[in-house]
């Protein structure tokens, strides 16, 4: 593919101004350029979803503004049936020469041609439709398909949905930015879903089946004897799936709080103190054992 210094310059100097003083490269000043098409700018859009969203995948609609290609003129600015030809002010370099004389030497500065605009070419009508820009602004409204097991700050790339290029050339693409919602139950770290759970006392000492909600529903879950506070249970495979690996997915971990209660009837307050004597006997009764257990000379 050929690459025009010219155009090069052009973006970086606005229209070869900058290379002004150079008077030493006003040779290549006097070549045509070749104005052919160029890719389109790509283009970012914000979207916030759903935790359940990121989690599971789905669909959005988002309405886009972008430059779409001229239906009209077809991109090249031109009105249909209107005659081209080299510009008479340029010679179809796309730039005029001015040459300075000073003490120093003469030095050279370029500028955009201004009957041609930098094209070239002398248009003899320019299209209606885009006004001889070759492109139009546009509304638009997409789907964007949101796979599983996305997260915060990921970003979805949808070709050919950012701005139609110059003279023609192909549109950039659309780059979608996500912005995972938070949840008032759950809290991910990657495929690994987090959450916590409320059991009472009673149920943390004797044990309990409870329900607790995951991603996907509930389950239930065994609470073993002994239970304490802020223990963490795991559930395998209840996690949010793997991003590209929707089959795989992470585990749910669970934080246990036990809830003491803070105005116990006159029953309950005699039953925790008749618990608390048994308590006691127990373990006066384990520490004779274990005294007599003893050698002579331990």
Avoid: W
């Avoid at 070419?121 to 139009?136: F, L």
Wanted: aromatic residues 6%; contains cysteine.
């Amino acid at each position: 593919q050929e690459v025009d210094l010219g155009d090069i310059f052009d973006s970086f100097f606005g229209g070869g101004g900058g290379m002004g003083g150079m008077g030493g490269m006003g040779g290549m000043g006097g070549r045509q350029r070749t104005r052919g098409p160029v890719v389109g700018d790509d283009l970012r859009f914000d979207l916030e979803v759903d935790f359940s969203t990121a989690v599971f995948g789905g669909e959005e609609k988002v309405r886009i503004r972008h430059l779409e290609t001229c239906n009209t003129c077809g991109g090249d600015g031109v009105k249909p049936g209107s005659r081209v030809k080299t510009c008479s002010t340029c010679g179809g370099t796309g730039v005029t020469v001015q040459v300075t004389r000073t003490p120093l030497g003469n030095f050279q500065t370029q500028q955009t041609c201004p009957t041609c605009r930098g094209t070239g070419q002398e248009v003899e009508e320019y299209c209606g439709t885009c006004g001889g820009k070759g492109v139009n602004q546009k509304t638009k409204q997409i789907k964007v398909t949101i796979p599983p097991g996305v997260e915060d700050g990921n970003k979805l790339r949808v070709r050919g949905e950012g701005d139609a290029g110059p003279n023609g050339g192909p549109a950039g693409d659309l780059y979608i930015f996500l912005k995972v919602k938070e949840d008032p139950v759950f809290r991910r770290e990657g495929p690994e879903i987090y959450s916590d759970t409320s059991i009472s006392y009673v149920d943390a000492i004797l044990g309990a089946s409870i329900k607790t909600p995951v991603v996907d529903g509930e389950v239930t879950i065994k609470v073993p004897p002994g239970t304490q506070p802020g223990q963490v249970m795991r559930l395998k495979n209840n996690g949010a799936p793997r991003l590209g690996n929707p089959d795989r997915r992470g585990d749910h971990y669970v934080t246990v709080n036990v809830e003491i209660p803070k105005d116990l009837s006159k029953e309950e307050e005699e039953l925790v103190q008749k618990l608390q004597e048994l308590r006691d006997k127990t373990k006066t009764t384990g520490a004779k054992k274990s005294e007599k257990k003893k050698g002579f000379f331990n």
